[in-house]
């Protein structure tokens, strides 16, 4: 048995070797991709183009208007004169925030009211939107709080500053919000899963197509060991797949690892053989490549939606979030992200361990049972 498992891993090696496309697709484009992903890929948003019309023009809403422009993420892209040019400038798409000061501001501020202004944002980009409102939110709040103290010293000179409530954040684990450290991980997770796919899925399929199937399957080799041969080579070729795009993430990004490897490595091969269960089931279920691949299309992309990459899972439907638990993704992220920033080992991440080794036993054994099935 162990006999003709090797030598079947042996032909699937000397087959890759054999073509430099396929070893060319194995490492150029997994890198470039995770170089675009990490820099294009962000939650942060700057230089968001920016209107101001100042109905006031005082000392406080030219003040206003300056820490707005002072400020890394808006840059003010047009100073209207009446309303009409805050809606022409949304509507042509030239501001996506527009900061409205009305008349009377500073008088409100003088007396200690409540000030009029308004924040007008385009919402056909409702991410970016609800991004740039919360930069605009901080920066009016500090703002607000500097003008009531430079109020209370001014009316009540002899007096205190009245107390004052301040949140003082402690982030944990990524002290700077960089979304890089969020991202790049997630981005090896996403590439493993669609290169490991795409190799397994047409494994099978391809032996089909040029007739070698029929060959390998009069010779005394069992279902069992044909998937096992195919299984270890792309198991091998995923591990190093991962460990080059972690490697080059992390290093060209100064990604931290502060977690254990031995745990990460663990994590990974577990989530490898899911991968490959997942790819060998689709080479046993499909008679073409043409079919592998437009399979492939409907499988990953759902895993990447459901993985909690982008979106969180516990803000999607009851029946997605059921979903989610037989997508290995959705694991394998926290155990990545639980390695590399947290640094916690099998203590707190077995739970998820154990459900990508129970979903890797589960799709081996049904690529088994289907490949056995095609054949009679």
Same mark, same amino acid.
């Given at each position: 048995?162990?006999?003709?498992?090797?030598?079947?891993?042996?032909?699937?090696?000397?087959?890759?070797?054999?073509?430099?496309?396929?070893?060319?697709?194995?490492?150029?484009?997994?890198?470039?991709?995770?170089?675009?992903?990490?820099?294009?890929?962000?939650?942060?948003?700057?230089?968001?183009?920016?209107?101001?019309?100042?109905?006031?023009?005082?000392?406080?809403?030219?003040?206003?208007?300056?820490?707005?422009?002072?400020?890394?993420?808006?840059?003010?892209?047009?100073?209207?004169?009446?309303?009409?040019?805050?809606?022409?400038?949304?509507?042509?798409?030239?501001?996506?925030?527009?900061?409205?000061?009305?008349?009377?501001?500073?008088?409100?501020?003088?007396?200690?009211?409540?000030?009029?202004?308004?924040?007008?944002?385009?919402?056909?980009?409702?991410?970016?939107?609800?991004?740039?409102?919360?930069?605009?939110?901080?920066?009016?709040?500090?703002?607000?709080?500097?003008?009531?103290?430079?109020?209370?010293?001014?009316?009540?000179?002899?007096?205190?500053?009245?107390?004052?409530?301040?949140?003082?954040?402690?982030?944990?684990?990524?002290?700077?919000?960089?979304?890089?450290?969020?991202?790049?991980?997630?981005?090896?997770?996403?590439?493993?899963?669609?290169?490991?796919?795409?190799?397994?899925?047409?494994?099978?399929?391809?032996?089909?197509?040029?007739?070698?199937?029929?060959?390998?399957?009069?010779?005394?080799?069992?279902?069992?060991?044909?998937?096992?041969?195919?299984?270890?080579?792309?198991?091998?070729?995923?591990?190093?797949?991962?460990?080059?795009?972690?490697?080059?993430?992390?290093?060209?990004?100064?990604?931290?690892?502060?977690?254990?490897?031995?745990?990460? /490595?663990? *994590?990974?091969? =577990?989530?490898? +053989?899911?991968?490959?269960?997942?790819? &060998?089931?689709?080479?046993? !279920?499909? %008679?073409?490549?043409?079919?592998?691949?437009?399979?492939?299309?409907?499988?990953?992309?759902?895993?990447?939606?459901?993985?909690?990459?982008?979106?969180?899972?516990?803000?999607?439907?009851?029946?997605?979030?059921?979903?989610?638990?037989?997508?290995?993704?959705?694991?394998?992220?926290?155990?990545?992200?639980?390695?590399? /920033?947290? *640094?916690?080992? =099998?203590?707190? +991440?077995?739970?998820?361990?154990?459900? &990508?080794?129970?979903?890797? !036993?589960? %799709?081996?054994?049904?690529?088994?049972?289907?490949?056995?099935?095609?054949?009679?």
């Amino acid at each position: 048995m162990l006999g003709r498992i090797a030598s079947l891993v042996l032909k699937e090696f000397l087959q890759l070797l054999r073509d430099p496309q396929a070893r060319f697709r194995l490492v150029i484009p997994p890198l470039i991709q995770v170089i675009i992903f990490g820099y294009a890929a962000t939650f942060e948003v700057y230089h968001v183009s920016t209107a101001v019309l100042d109905l006031d023009h005082s000392q406080e809403s030219r003040e206003l208007i300056a820490r707005f422009a002072d400020s890394r993420r808006f840059d003010i892209v047009e100073t209207a004169r009446t309303p009409a040019d805050i809606r022409t400038a949304i509507d042509r798409s030239d501001a996506v925030v527009a900061i409205v000061i009305e008349a009377g501001f500073a008088e409100e501020l003088r007396k200690g009211a409540s000030a009029p202004a308004q924040v007008i944002v385009d919402g056909t980009n409702s991410n970016t939107a609800l991004i740039a409102l919360g930069y605009v939110g901080q920066i009016v709040s500090a703002y607000a709080q500097d003008m009531a103290q430079d109020l209370s010293r001014r009316l009540h000179p002899a007096q205190p500053p009245p107390p004052t409530v301040t949140l003082e954040q402690r982030p944990w684990y990524n002290p700077d919000y960089n979304s890089r450290w969020f991202f790049v991980p997630g981005v090896i997770a996403t590439l493993t899963l669609v290169m490991v796919v795409n190799l397994t899925s047409f494994a099978i399929v391809r032996e089909r197509e040029v007739g070698t199937l029929e060959q390998i399957m009069v010779t005394p080799i069992r279902p069992l060991e044909f998937i096992l041969g195919k299984t270890i080579p792309f198991f091998c070729v995923g591990l190093a797949l991962t460990a080059l795009i972690a490697g080059v993430g992390t290093l060209w990004f100064e990604i931290p690892f502060v977690g254990n490897p031995l745990v990460l /490595l663990l *994590g990974t091969s =577990l989530y490898l +053989l899911s991968v490959l269960g997942i790819g &060998l089931l689709i080479s046993t !279920v499909c %008679l073409t490549q043409q079919q592998a691949f437009a399979t492939n299309f409907f499988v990953v992309n759902p895993a990447f939606i459901l993985s909690g990459f982008s979106f969180p899972i516990f803000t999607m439907p009851v029946f997605m979030q059921w979903l989610s638990t037989i997508n290995p993704m959705s694991y394998y992220l926290i155990v990545i992200r639980g390695t590399f /920033l947290k *640094g916690v080992g =099998l203590s707190v +991440l077995w739970p998820q361990m154990l459900a &990508l080794a129970a979903l890797g !036993v589960v %799709l081996l054994a049904a690529s088994v049972l289907r490949f056995r099935k095609s054949l009679d």
